[in-house]
């Protein structure tokens, strides 16, 4: 061993026991980091859902009440009901507040601003950034009016921006390109949200998947309510999609559009204002199993599950229709028969 070597061994000897520490201390740094991303992605920010909604009245206007209610699930995440007696949709609407930009998913269903001053209290929920209102972009779970009614009122709005309602000007705003097989993402700063296409009830629909709070915002998808079916292969398909998509994922709770059952699953009058002992309004992971196998066995009319009502109101109107007919040629066939008698007798 030459004394270059020896002397490169003993700085290397050096070097190593200098450095072995810092070596393990920033990989030990280097895992805390990792971990803690990582149970940033796979903990979602807890909430609350302690709250009693408006169930508006039997008599509206004997019992004035507020158009709209605001609750706060958690700083960033808040929950809008439309009174029942604003409308009888009595919508719920979200807004998610990233650190960039606010997304509200629908507008509801009342579109006069003194009957329901939506505009004004998202702007007053928007925080500032740089003294100015974060921007907002206005989403929707699908172009039916009780989702899009308030769209007008955002429309003159300065740092907002309204995804239109045309199948083909959605797919082109969230850049699908093979809809509905692909999922697309919204950054709102800090913040994800995860638009997955869910077309069955209106070919337009979507969920949206916070991966923040872990919620799914389900629409006329998924919700203690009328499940409406205008094409249940694409339903079908569409709730398959929606759960593989939420296999590895945390999801806290379903929130959908509406509430249309009371706490025993007997659904509302349709049109009705007054909701007494409304089921709660989130479903959870099971509700959203069990969807599949519910289109599997569905009739093709009418079925009735724990959480939500499954129906087809065009045949249902078909079979209805059909119904009456029969009746009337019965009643007409009755007539003519008793007349005849009648005659005979004569
Ligand atoms: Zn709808
Ligand atoms: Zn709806």
């Known amino acids: 061993m030459s004394w270059l070597n020896a002397k490169r061994r003993t700085a290397g000897t050096f070097l190593l026991y200098f450095c072995a520490p810092w070596k393990v201390a920033t990989e030990i740094a280097v895992s805390i980091l990792l ?6 992605w796979s903990e979602p920010v807890p909430g609350s859902l302690d709250v009693h909604w408006n169930e508006g009245a039997s008599d509206c206007k004997a019992t ?12 960033q995440t808040f929950m809008l009901r439309q009174s029942p007696c604003a409308d009888f949709e009595a919508n719920f609407l979200y807004l998610l507040i990233g ?10 269903a009342v579109a ?15 925080p500032e950034k740089d003294h100015k209102k974060l921007p907002l972009l206005v989403a929707h ?10 769209d007008p009122q955002f429309a003159s709005l300065p740092s907002i921006q309204i995804v239109p309602i045309d199948l083909e000007e959605v797919k082109a705003f969230y850049r699908f390109t093979n809809w509905p097989h692909e999922i697309a993402h919204l950054d709102l700063g800090g913040r994800t949200v995860d638009v997955i296409p869910t077309p069955g009830h209106n070919p ?22 009328r499940l409406l079916i205008e094409d249940a292969a694409a339903y079908h398909e569409s709730s398959l999609r929606v759960i593989d998509f939420l296999k590895t994922r945390p999801l806290t709770h379903v929130l ?6 009371n706490t025993a699953g007997r659904a509302y009058r349709f049109g009705s204002h007054y909701h007494p002992n409304e089921h709660r309004l989130e479903l959870a992971r099971e509700d959203l199993a069990a969807l599949p196998a519910a289109f599997e066995s569905f009739n093709g009319f009418y079925a009735r599950h724990p959480n939500y009502i499954l129906s087809n109101p065009i045949r249902n109107l078909v079979a209805l ?4 007919v029969a009746v009337l040629i019965f009643i007409v066939w009755g007539v003519r028969r008793l007349l005849r008698r009648r005659r005979q007798h004569d």
């Open 64 to 75: 004035p009440q507020a158009p709209l209610q605001v609750h706060a699930y958690e700083p």
């Open 321 to 324: 229709a059909i119904i009456a």
């Open 204 to 225: 337009t629909h979507l969920a949206f998947y916070d991966n923040r709070t872990g919620i799914l915002f389900s629409g006329d998808f998924l919700m203690p309510g």
């Open 35 to 40: 971990l803690t991303a990582t149970s940033a």
């Open 112 to 126: 006069d601003p003194k009957e329901m001053p939506l505009a004004k209290t998202i702007l007053e929920l928007l």
């Open 99 to 108: 650190s960039d930009k606010a997304l509200l998913i629908d507008t509801g």
């Open 256 to 261: 959908g559009g509406h509430i249309e059952l």
């Open 141 to 150: 779970t699908h172009r039916h009016m009780d989702h899009r009614a308030g």
